[in-house]
């Protein structure tokens, strides 16, 4: 008799997270500090120099069925830039790099999301920074989603990419090994 009673509550919970998981808007956790933007470039060639961008807002549509229907749109306050060093943010913000003055914004808005069977995401968008836009590509994975200890819904996400500096009107020369910079991406969001 228990096999049948938890038989029928493990069919139920299945039924309800079958309904649970459906198309919807999610707007990214940024208030419970949830999501991440960071990056990593190389220093000479000998290291590795990490920093991030602690303010930035977006959404996402997320559907797990039908993961090509999915879209992103993500704002960041480049002003917000930080590489754990007062003075090298300083010169970050300046118009060798990043010109946060004439720039304050950089954005990311998906044209296009793509699932292999493996469940490998490719987020196609155009990454706007420094007054250019380019197409990039972010390879990105779905964590999970699920309820939260809060009554609400949520769903993650982790996907990095690499940008060419030049490509983004970054002139500086940091030598050949730092010719690129890669994004690192872990977004959470909590379904509205």
Not at 6 to 20: C, D, E, K
Not at 24 to 43: L, M, P
Not at 46 to 63: H, K
Request: charged share 25%; proline share 2%.
């Amino acid at each position: 008799m228990n096999k049948l009673f938890a038989g029928m509550a493990l069919g139920s919970m299945l039924s309800m997270s079958a309904v649970t998981a459906q198309a919807a808007e999610y707007a990214i956790d940024i208030e419970g500090q949830h999501a991440f933007v960071n990056f990593k470039i190389s220093h000479l060639g000998y290291s590795w120099l990490y920093g991030r961008f602690n303010e930035f807002d977006g959404r996402f549509n997320w559907d797990s069925e039908s993961p090509e229907d999915s879209s992103v749109s993500v704002n960041i306050n480049t002003a917000s830039v930080d590489s754990n060093h007062a003075e090298r943010d300083k010169h970050l913000r300046s118009a060798d790099f990043l010109n946060v003055d004439a720039h304050p914004v950089a954005r990311f808005e998906s044209t296009s999301v793509t699932a292999s069977e493996d469940g490998a995401l490719e987020i196609k968008g155009n990454l706007t920074l420094n007054g250019a836009t380019r197409e990039v590509i972010i390879d990105a994975q779905h964590l999970g989603e699920g309820e939260d200890p809060w009554g609400g819904y949520r769903a993650g996400f982790e996907g990095s990419t690499s940008i060419r500096l030049k490509d983004y009107n970054i002139d500086m020369d940091l030598g050949p090994a730092a010719q690129e910079v890669e994004l690192i991406l872990s977004i959470e969001g909590i379904r509205q």
